[in-house]
């Protein structure tokens, strides 16, 4: 970004400034994340206050990295950072957005802004690839499109950039005024608007007139016509000459036939001066197709020439976005990154890289950025970025990745081309690393990471790490400040993975986890999570595991008490245990009448240090237990009051599970303890909607088959066809978790959206679906369930809870985690 000193910042917030005693020079980068800072000396820090976090709270770390120069809220005691200069302002957010209203006056080509509901990433990511073949264009990074990630995407414009493509989002009435003033975009793209009610809007039509607001001194706005409201709208509030639209039928200005083929699409164009074109796109699927009407649309509108459009379209792929997360070969966790290609996503791969637990080597493999501009400069700032985020190797692919070297000095290996690499790099190369791939399009990576990823086929289970935030963020919503949080992480976290979760809860600052038996918490170590660990379920031959581990034992029992409290007598050991007190669950716990026995244990055994004491609810999640509920509360309460007044320190107190943090949130005490909701599953029926699907089941279709009616299907031919049809074979069968109970018609999957039953009897490795009425072919994805099949509905089908299907997903089912 332009340079400013810290005067230029106070008067373009309108803060106050206070200078501090270190001579303070000029700031051209804004952090707002304490780990994230690559140039201590040139940076502004901008203290936000969030929900749940507030950046007031990083200074003194920053401070201590070198950072120098701040801008805080009034409230913020100064006085121990004589050396730190500060701009004191109302609103840091609001600054921020200010600070970058500025910086995009600078900038002078034309910016397109995108917004709508659905698509905006996708049509800013194309639109860029295809205008990005002509010229040097900035945009948004990933999903930036908040209050707080269109400022950080404006600060990347530099000097270079001919064009600038944003897209902006928001979740309540108000803000998208604020996006405006800070794009000031001159063309609009409008994607869509969906009829799912959001949050945060009155109505439909106030989501969508505030949404168009992002417009209000555009230039042109690009729409879709055959989006009625939408296109209502804009014609009734804007001049005629400002509006670009399209449709499938006659009478907008970019009139497109689509016929779709095998695989691919062609789109037949008439303009509005009856000329005509036809282009080709390589996907048939409609989402994608209204996605690329509005980046032919754009791109045209912005002058480029047909053909020239079709040669950018030809480079396009239904693009996966996300950066996963996936198990390699030898041990290798793969971050998988295979389409990024510019800066902005290349930092952000790599923050998600530091975040992942400790490996042998973090290795980098990276194409040539095809980035038109200042070439030089943008490799030393790569090799710099390599040298911060402490990459061990780079494994480079091109001709220009080399120059990486003038300022990046750890081990580096270099190939011409991805084939090259291929057939070159032993596989024996990786061994218990950290590895992040990341290219251009071009140089198909997709190759690297088939050769690099273990178990390249079959059935999927994708865990969506943002949704996992935003349940943990939800609750902790819920509970009061100093309120802590356990995770519960037993039966492999639910079944989305122990480690990739846990790590992730270590990110998120979970105060505790917890699994049901030592060697759950003996692997959570091995993979290097520090967090304390609470086992429900210890038994008298782990203890040394459990002392060597820093494990956490549940005691429910005084012969427990007794064993446990003479080993470590015995060995001279200490050992924080958890003291499990049953109020009416009657699994496993001290009952009221063994509490006595209980505090002279207590005192009999002082190496045993109480870390916590609780009790567990038996029917929190529903209503008519509520009386039975607040009584186990009641006499909790009691019991435990009993105990700490023995005690010379204070344990944490807790009781509440998922279910019981929204029924009783009067009843937190010290600390909770989140399961079943952290992985999306709302039991209470308290928050419906409110929690985000984390988990995603996938497979593939095998084969089709056509059959006629009355011929049967499966083992003891419990299928029959009732009409000619097909059946498609998918890769799941109960040994991966699919059950048994959903056989013949129970139980059903999306087949490219469209529900497809179960037919005959669910198989060991496979199963057969009818898809007599939905187009699909062998390769298809099928979702067994995940945002669009519901979990509870689904286990309601078969008599059982979510619970249940989350855990019975086999280890041999691949995990996958993202951002998205
Ligand atoms: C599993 C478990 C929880 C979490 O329950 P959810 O219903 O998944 O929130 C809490 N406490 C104990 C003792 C548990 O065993």
Redesign the pocket.
């Known amino acids: 970004m332009q340079a400013l000193t810290a005067g230029q910042i106070a008067e373009l917030t309108g803060g106050s400034l206070w200078l501090g005693s270190s001579s303070h020079g000029l700031v051209n980068a804004i952090v707002i994340d304490s780990r994230n800072i690559l140039s201590p000396v040139n940076s502004l820090f901008v203290a936000l206050k969030g929900a749940k976090f507030d950046g007031h709270e990083f200074i003194e770390e920053v401070y201590q990295q070198g950072l120098r120069c701040f801008l805080v809220s009034p409230s913020f005691d100064r006085s121990p950072y004589s050396e730190g200069t500060f701009v004191v302002v109302e609103d840091t957010h609001k600054a921020l957005q200010d600070l970058a209203a500025y910086q995009r006056k600078l900038f002078l080509g034309p910016l397109i802004a995108i917004t709508g509901s659905n698509g905006k990433t996708i049509v800013k990511e194309w639109l860029g690839q295809v205008l990005g073949l002509h010229f040097s264009v900035a945009k948004s990074p990933k999903s930036y499109n908040s209050q707080v990630g269109v400022p950080l995407s404006v600060f990347g414009i530099e000097q270079h950039h001919q064009v600038a493509i944003m897209e902006a989002g928001i979740s309540k009435v108000g803000e998208m005024a604020n996006l405006e003033k800070i794009l000031q975009p001159q063309l609009g793209v409008f994607t869509n608007i969906g009829t799912a009610h959001e949050e945060g809007f009155g109505s439909e039509m106030q989501k969508l007139e505030e949404k168009m607001s992002l417009f209000a001194n555009c230039s042109f706005i690009i729409y879709r016509k055959d989006q009625q409201r939408v296109a209502g709208l804009f014609e009734k509030q804007c001049s005629a000459e400002r509006l670009i639209s399209w449709s499938d039928s006659p009478g907008a200005d970019f009139t497109f036939t689509v016929k779709k083929e095998s695989g691919r699409s062609k789109i037949l164009m008439m303009r509005s001066d009856l000329s005509v074109y036809t282009f080709w796109v390589p996907f048939v699927d409609e989402a994608s197709l209204e996605n690329i009407r509005h980046v032919i649309t754009a791109a045209l509108s912005l002058g480029m020439e047909n053909a020239a459009v079709q040669k950018g379209l030809d480079h396009l792929k239904a693009v996966d976005m996300r950066l996963t997360l996936k198990p390699g070969i030898n041990q290798c966790l793969l971050i998988d990154d295979t389409y990024n290609n510019d800066l902005a996503g290349l930092k952000l791969a790599l923050d998600f890289m530091a975040a992942q637990r400790p490996k042998n080597r973090k290795i980098l493999i990276l194409s040539d950025l095809l980035q038109v501009g200042e070439k030089e400069r943008v490799y030393e700032e790569i090799g710099q970025l390599c040298s911060y985020y402490q990459i061990d190797y780079l494994i480079g692919v091109g001709n220009e990745i080399h120059m990486v070297q003038k300022t990046f000095n750890g081990s580096t290996l270099f190939f011409s081309g991805t084939k090259e690499l291929v057939s070159q790099l032993e596989s024996d190369f990786f061994n218990n690393d950290l590895v992040l791939i990341t290219g251009a399009r071009s140089f198909g990576f997709e190759e690297i990471v088939i050769r690099l990823q273990q178990r390249v086929h079959g059935t999927t289970l994708e865990i969506n790490l943002n949704a996992l935030t935003h349940n943990y963020n939800f609750y902790k919503s819920k509970l009061k400040a100093d309120t802590r949080v356990m995770v519960?992480v037993?039966a492999f976290a639910y079944g989305g993975g122990a480690a990739e979760i846990a790590n992730h809860l270590q990110q998120l600052k979970a105060d505790y986890l917890a699994v049901a038996y030592t060697d759950e918490g003996i692997s959570l170590r091995e993979e290097g999570i520090n967090l304390p660990v609470m086992v429900?379920n210890p038994v008298q031959e782990s203890f040394l595991h459990m002392v060597k581990n820093n494990l956490e034992p549940v005691v429910y029992s005084a012969a427990f008490f007794r064993q446990l409290g003479i080993y470590c007598q015995q060995n001279e050991h200490r050992l924080k245990i958890h003291l499990d007190l049953d109020t009416g669950m009657h699994r496993l716990g001290f009952e009221e009448s063994e509490i006595e026995g209980l505090i002279n244990l207590l005192h009999e055994f002082p190496q045993l240090e109480v870390a916590s004491i609780y009790t567990?609810l038996a029917g929190a999640d529903e209503e008519i237990h509520g009386e039975y509920t607040l009584h186990q509360l009641e006499q909790f309460t009691k019991m435990a009051k009993d105990i700490t007044r023995t005690l010379d320190y204070k344990p944490i107190i807790h009781a509440l599970?998922?279910?019981g943090i929204s029924r009783y949130p009067n009843h937190q005490f010290d600390m909770v303890?989140?399961?079943?909701?952290l992985y999306g599953v709302e039991?209470s029926g308290i928050y419906e909607g409110k929690l985000k699907p984390v988990s995603t089941l996938k497979t593939t279709i095998s084969q089709i088959k056509y059959l006629s009616k009355g011929q049967t299907i499966g083992y003891s031919r419990k299928g029959i066809m009732e009409k000619d049809g097909k059946i498609a074979t998918i890769a799941i069968g109960y040994a991966d978790g699919f059950d048994r109970r959903f056989s013949n018609g129970i139980g059903y999957v999306m087949v490219n959206g469209k529900q497809a039953k179960v037919i005959g009897n669910v198989c060991m490795d496979m199963t057969m679906v009818d898809v007599s009425d939905i187009e699909a072919k062998q390769g298809d994805e099928v979702i067994i369930y995940g945002p669009e099949i519901s979990l509870k509905d689904l286990s309601q089908r078969i008599g059982t809870i979510p619970y249940e299907l989350l855990t019975n997903i086999s280890s041999r089912v691949k995990r996958v985690y993202y951002l998205d």
């Open positions: 519960m037993k429900l567990h599970n998922s279910a303890r989140l399961g079943i909701g039991v």
